[in-house]
């Protein structure tokens, strides 16, 4: 079955604890990014990749880190986690094609993080 | 640079229609629609590509005018499943990166 997991799906953590965040796609997948969602924000992008050890910042990306060594895999870590991380974080995976670009989205089910 | 949505938020009843606006101040290679229920991931609708024709989908469409950056989303007919918060997506040139609107809320009551 394709799909994206994201792992944990909850997370209560407390301020300074370094943590990881993995996302894997089994579509082999060129492109693959990490959002974050706040009410009345909607979907806020972290960074994001187009392949292999390419990596870019998206709008938000101050706090957070993520590389990119396996085509399949794409973590975010969250070196020094701070109350103002505290969000629902998705990751996406998607093709990248000459006839569309960016073609659908696959999104995995999301990890609700809490820095306390 | 985020594209912009509106309304922000809508509420029909059963059968009504609704249309759902996003625009650009930059020249686009591709719209997206998704649309999220509570809880949920968002969930892929359709794609429209600069030179394509309106997408449809069942009593869902929309439309793409590449001049003025802009996209519409069609529900028709709506029911108690459209329910949900839809969001545009939109990539400037083929291979730049792809960004999110910041949602429209959409509430079908019977």
């Known amino acids: 079955e394709a799909q994206v997991t994201q792992n944990p799906r909850y997370l209560i953590t407390v301020t300074g604890k370094k943590l990881t965040v993995t996302c894997s796609q089994n579509?082999?997948?060129?492109?693959m990014s990490w959002y974050r969602q706040d009410p009345g924000l909607g979907l806020r992008q972290i960074y994001y990749s187009m392949n292999v050890e390419v990596t870019d910042k998206g709008d938000v990306p101050e706090g957070y880190k993520v590389s990119r060594k396996e085509k399949r895999n794409f973590p975010l870590i969250l070196e020094s986690p701070s109350p103002n991380q505290t969000s629902l974080y998705f990751c996406?995976?998607?093709?990248?094609?000459?006839?569309?670009?960016?073609?659908?989205?696959?999104f995995g089910e999301g990890s609700r993080l809490t820095v306390l | 640079q985020q594209p912009v949505q509106s309304p922000q938020a809508v509420i029909l009843r059963e059968g009504e229609d609704a249309v759902i606006n996003c625009s650009s101040s930059k020249a686009l290679y591709s719209v997206h629609w998704y649309r999220q229920k509570h809880g949920e991931a968002p969930v892929f609708l359709m794609i429209l590509l600069k030179g394509g024709e309106q997408k449809g989908h069942e009593k869902i469409s929309a439309s793409f005018n590449e001049k003025k950056q802009q996209s519409s989303l069609y529900l028709t007919a709506s029911q108690l499943s459209y329910s949900g918060t839809y969001f545009c997506g939109t990539e400037g040139n083929y291979g730049q990166n792809f960004v999110f609107g910041p949602g429209t809320r959409l509430s079908v009551l019977p």
């Open positions: 579509m082999n997948h060129e492109y």
């Open positions: 996406a995976s998607s093709l990248i094609t000459g006839a569309t670009g960016t073609g659908e989205l696959f």
